[in-house]
């Protein structure tokens, strides 16, 4: 069975979850406790060289690692990742843009502000804070004319820009203002269904929420 090295508030996790999940693929969880330096053990380490979770490890030992790496494994040959070569460089493009612009950007802010680690990284604070803005404002551009990111159907890109952007109110953006990416949020939350909770910080004695 799949293992999936895993911590309860990540939500880079979650996207993780949320795919297993509605592909009812079977797995089973390991929970690693990253304040307590879990994820940075010579046995973390070797699946997953970077430290971080999550982590899925295979049948046969071998890890694949970058919540957006496992995504895409998971979905091959599924709904979640057509087979069409344009929707699926199109699927790639917002996974890349998630790498770089939702999850360093409103990630890092949501996770400094519900930690009380947001005056200690002050000096980024308002430059991340403008690249959220350019972030949603794409994202509003992008959900104009369509249901989803790509096309009419969710995919494995809905899921990984959804984890940390509909949680951007918890850093200070008001989603209200971009009433596309609302409704899309919406959308994306009715596709994935109630099973899949949001964890918050507190639940961990350490991380200092």
């Known amino acids: ?18 795919v297993l999940g509605l592909l009812k693929i079977p797995y089973e969880s390991r929970m690693v406790s990253i304040f307590e330096g879990e994820s940075h053990t010579d046995a973390f380490l070797k699946l997953n ?23 895409t494994y998971v979905a091959e040959g599924t709904p979640l ?39 200690r990284n002050q000096a980024m604070v308002a430059g991340k804070r403008e690249a959220g803005v350019r972030t949603v404002a794409a994202l509003e551009r992008s959900l104009a004319a369509t249901q989803f990111l790509v096309g ?17 109110e918890d850093c200070g953006f008001s ?5 596309m990416l609302l409704a899309w949020v919406d959308r994306v939350r009715d596709a994935i269904g ?10 961990d004695p350490h991380s200092g929420a």
């Not at 069975?1 to 949320?18: C, E, F, I």
């Not at 899925?56 to 790496?69: H, K, P």
């Open 1 to 18: 069975m799949l293992t999936l090295h895993d911590y309860l508030p990540s939500q880079n996790g979650w996207k993780a979850r949320v």
């Open 49 to 71: 060289p970077a430290g971080a979770v999550p982590v899925l490890e295979l049948e046969d030992g071998r890890a694949i690692a970058e919540s957006n790496a496992i995504l």
């Open 81 to 119: 990742l057509p087979a069409d070569f344009y929707r699926r460089a199109k699927i790639m493009q917002w996974l890349f843009f998630e790498q770089y612009n939702v999850e360093p950007v409103i990630g890092s802010l949501r996770y400094w502000t519900l930690t009380g680690r947001l005056e």
């Open 152 to 168: 009419n159907d969710l995919t494995i890109a809905d899921i990984a820009v959804y984890a940390y952007s509909h949680r951007a």
């Open 175 to 179: 989603l209200a203002d971009y009433p």
């Open 194 to 203: 109630p099973d899949y909770p949001v964890y918050p910080y507190s639940i």
